[in-house]
């Protein structure tokens, strides 16, 4: 696969986690064992049977209405993207993989993201994303 298709496939995972809210759509570009790890609360899982329960379950019932994601930067290498980002969103879902016990405070919450995606044999493999928790909890007044 060329680079370019590697973004194409990306894309298409976002857009299966937070247009179409697509657990299969998303799963679908991802090999059996990927694995999707949010660094900050060791939220995510290991192998589609898993991920298919974390992403239908927890992660993209959670996704608020107003959610944005703006790139910043994307290094993009044969075999992996690195992609620097900001999202803007309201807290107005409980969102235990991202704030875990933490109800919803309705408040807008704006962190930097970074997002590491490996790719094996033309799908994802990996993904691990990274944001400063301590900034968000200070936005909602936890810290």
Known sequence: MSTQDHVKLWEQHLIGEFVNKDVELSLSTMV?????????????????????????????????????????????????????????????????????????????IEMELVIIIEFRDGKMAAERIYWDQAAVLRQIGKL
């Open 32 to 108: 059996e064992d990927a694995s999707v790890m949010h660094m900050p609360t060791r939220s995510g899982g290991k192998g589609k049977a898993e991920l298919r329960s974390y992403y239908r379950d927890m992660f993209i019932p959670s996704i608020p209405s107003q959610w944005e994601h703006t790139v910043t930067n994307r290094v993009i290498t044969e075999n992996t993207i690195v992609e620097e980002a900001k999202a803007r969103l309201v807290h107005s879902k409980q969102m235990d993989w991202f704030l875990p016990g933490i109800p919803p405070t309705n408040k807008t």
